[in-house]
């Protein structure tokens, strides 16, 4: 019944390779039933808060990362627009945490912004050891 559902998750070792998925099982999105909408990676690692670290907006396919992920890390769609990926190239031990899909950023929301987005999965997790 969840309506993102994320997959892919595991445990590597540093600069070893992982690519997350998030399928989304709803139709159309917002007052006006579009079909795009902004999708986003969260991760949380024990003891810290919550960080968007990728967004995408399905329709152009545009996409926002944070600094912490830049050059490392690349999140697209697939042409239904019902699927989302994160390619996480290099990873680090600090990269360890629970990787997390939304959807539906809320109108003028930052794009990586926690409290922008109405839909969330249930996380997966990913461990990077030295």
């Known amino acids: 019944q969840a309506q993102l559902v994320e997959s892919g998750g595991g445990s590597v070792q540093a600069g070893e390779s992982l690519r997350l998925s998030c399928t989304s099982s709803?139709?159309?999105?917002?007052?006006?039933?579009?079909?795009?909408?902004?999708m986003a990676w969260f991760r949380q690692a024990p003891g810290k808060e919550r960080e968007g670290i990728a967004a995408?907006?399905?329709?152009?396919?545009?996409?926002f990362y944070a600094d912490s992920v830049k050059g490392r890390f690349a999140i697209s769609r697939d042409a239904t627009k019902k699927s989302v990926y994160l390619q996480m190239n290099y990873l680090k031990p600090e990269d360890t945490a629970m990787y997390y899909c939304a959807a539906e950023k809320k109108h003028d929301g930052d794009w990586l912004g926690i409290d922008n987005y109405n839909y969330w999965g249930q996380g997966t997790q990913v461990t990077v050891s030295s």
């Open positions: 995408i907006y399905t329709g152009s396919g545009s996409t």
């Open positions: 709803i139709t159309t999105y917002g007052p006006y039933g579009t079909t795009s909408t902004f």
